[in-house]
């Protein structure tokens, strides 16, 4: 019952900024990670993200580290991903997925089973 609903995707130039949104509604207090995905045409999807419920613990793939944080607002049931210093090879369509694993431990990309619809990035040169 859980959805996830993606938005603020868009083009920019190469060294621009764009801030994501992810935006939880239904049975949320299930959720316990939630993460970040790209993925470019023609690619597998790749993790970008993803941030801890418990303690807002994150972890980013070395592609983003420096350049991109998830943080959450649990009060509003949204998770964020600003995007700094981007580059063309960021360009790809965002999704936000929603983990009930309950393991301290990240979860794997399949342990990610509710997804929203993604928002597409372009990056130009």
């Known amino acids: 019952q859980v959805q996830l609903v993606e938005s603020g995707g868009g083009l920019v130039q190469t060294g621009g900024s764009l801030r994501l949104s992810c935006a939880a509604s239904?049975?949320?207090?299930?959720?316990?990670?939630m993460g970040w995905f790209r993925q470019a045409p023609g690619k597998e999807r790749e993790f970008v993200a993803a941030i801890r419920s418990i303690d807002r613990g994150t972890t980013y793939a070395d592609s983003v580290k420096g350049r991109f944080t998830i943080s959450r607002d649990n009060a509003k049931n949204m998770v964020y991903l600003q995007m700094n210093s981007l580059q063309p090879e960021d360009t790809a369509i965002y999704s936000c997925?929603?983990?009930?694993?309950?393991?301290?431990?990240?979860?794997?990309?399949?342990?990610?089973?509710?997804w929203g619809q993604g928002t597409q990035v372009t990056v130009s040169s």
């Open positions: 239904g049975r949320t207090f299930s959720v316990y990670f």
């Open positions: 997925g929603a983990s009930r694993e309950t393991r301290w431990t990240w979860p794997s990309s399949w342990q990610y089973d509710i």
